[in-house]
C-alpha cells in the first residue's frame, strides 16, 4: 500500500488549496479514508474522513472550510481548503486502516484508528 499526498504551500490568509493522495495497493472507494494534519509541537488530529459509502466527518474548526471528496477512477483522494488560517498550518497526511478493519463512527478522526499513513504534504498559511 503506498499513499502520496501533493498539493501542499504557502499560502496567504483567506486563501485556497487543494490537497491529493494518489493511492496505489488500496481502493480508496472500498475504504474509509481520512486526511490528518500535525503542527509543530502539537498532536496529530484527524480532520476529515469519507466512508466508502460516501458519508463524511470534519473535526469542528474546519467544517464549512475544508471539503474532502474522492474521485474513484483515479483512486485519489482530494482535500479542498478554503478560507484558510494561519493555524491551518501543519503537515496533512493522508491515511487509511488495515484491510478489514473496522472503525467506529467516533473514532473515524483519531489517528491510532489509521495503519497506513503518506509522508505528508506541508502546508503554510501566513496572516
Known amino acids: 500500500v503506498q499513499l502520496v499526498e501533493s498539493g501542499g504551500g504557502s499560502v496567504q490568509a483567506g486563501g485556497s488549496l487543494r490537497l491529493s493522495c494518489a493511492a496505489s495497493?488500496?481502493?480508496?472507494?472500498?475504504?474509509?479514508m481520512c486526511w490528518l494534519r500535525q503542527a509543530p509541537g502539537k498532536e496529530r488530529e484527524g480532520v476529515a474522513a469519507?466512508?466508502?459509502?460516501?458519508?463524511?466527518a470534519y473535526a469542528y474548526s474546519v467544517r464549512g472550510r475544508f471539503t474532502i471528496s474522492r474521485d474513484n477512477a483515479k483512486n485519489t483522494l482530494y482535500l479542498q481548503m478554503n478560507s484558510l488560517k494561519p493555524e491551518d498550518t501543519a503537515m496533512y497526511y493522508c491515511?487509511?486502516?488495515?484491510?478489514?478493519?473496522?472503525?467506529?463512527?467516533?473514532?473515524?478522526?483519531?489517528?491510532?484508528?489509521?495503519?497506513?499513513w503518506g509522508q505528508g504534504t506541508q502546508v503554510t498559511v501566513s496572516s
Open positions: 491515511a487509511a486502516p488495515l484491510h478489514g478493519r473496522w472503525v467506529y463512527r467516533q473514532q473515524v478522526l483519531v489517528p491510532s484508528a489509521y495503519d497506513y
Open positions: 469519507i466512508r466508502s459509502d460516501g458519508s463524511t
Open positions: 495497493g488500496y481502493t480508496i472507494s472500498n475504504h474509509l
